[in-house]
């Protein structure tokens, strides 16, 4: 994020707990994902994206590697 409080036009922001639940999104969730928040929050983040995809993001948060593109692209 290079202008606080505000995201590309294209992304999502997750705010993720460790256990990789959904606690928050970006105002644009439900315009860019065409679902209701219902749909997001308190969901884990497994079940939003491929799970190959998950698995990649996953393994480059617990072994802390940042040489994985940050931000992901999903």
């Not at 929050?41 to 190959?52: G, M, Q, R, V, Y």
Request: glycine content about 2%; proline content about 5%.
């Amino acid at each position: 994020i290079h202008i606080p409080g505000s995201i590309q036009p294209f992304g999502i922001v997750f705010v993720v707990d460790q256990n990789f639940n959904v606690l928050q999104v970006s105002s644009n969730t439900e315009q860019e994902l065409s679902t209701s928040l219902d749909q997001v929050i308190n969901k884990n983040f497994s079940t939003l994206i491929p799970i190959d995809q998950f698995l990649e993001i996953k393994t480059a948060v617990e072994n802390d590697n940042e040489s994985v593109s940050n931000p992901f692209l999903i």
